[in-house]
């Protein structure tokens, strides 16, 4: 992958994890142009629902098991869904398997720490493996994401972000996906240097899109699951 990075002018893929390139470095040039940007916009597209409707057996599966260890490991609603920010700045819902234990609203600020006190022990290991995701294929079936792209946050959170990070609203210029360039080699971030990072590899990915890059991802992606390595 760092030939990948190097390629689209970014170097050493250590920069994203250490946040040594800031935003305003990366720029927000949209993917491609003319003919080339719409053929990979098209099978990207087709790519995401022919996947999604691939992942809905596993969906179903993991759906099941949880209606049976919840109520031992992780009392509470089977799904959680939030209000997030997509492509252009719009709200939509997104769903996920509940990881944490239920809040009547949503009390941690934009820049605070996440608060992994509320994780259960059976969401740990849904967070750990990025099952807790899995739901947003329906996302992805209705249009709202992609299975790669920028990770979409908490819509509240994300005006936020819009007025005082620069490039955060560039990132908008893509759909968001279920996994990211920044997931893979940033991580869970928080805090302003945090989302700065963030940020700069999510600028990297609006800019150099491709479906090697698509796949490079997805497949670092298949790993962090495999090794139970997310947040």
Known sequence: MANILAEGGWGETGQIASGQVGSGQVG??????????AGYLWVKRAGDVLGALVLLA???????????????????????????MGQGGQPFQAWKFRSMTDATQVARGAFDALDRHRITPLGGLLRRTRLD????????????????GPRPDFFDHARVYAEQVPGYRERHTVRPGISGLAQVEVGYVDGLDGLHAK??????YV???????DLWIACRTLRVVLGAKGA
């Open 28 to 37: 927000s040039g949209q993917i491609g142009s003319g003919r080339s940007r």
């Open 199 to 204: 940020v700069a590899a999510d600028l990297h």
């Open 207 to 213: 800019r150099h899109a491709s479906l090697r890059l």
């Open 133 to 148: 995701e899995l739901p947003q294929v329906l996302n992805v079936l209705q249009g709202e994401m992609s299975l790669i």
């Open 58 to 84: 596993p969906l179903g599966l993991v759906a099941l098991l949880l209606v049976v260890l919840n109520p031992w490991f992780n009392r509470g609603g089977l799904f959680f869904v939030q209000t997030r």
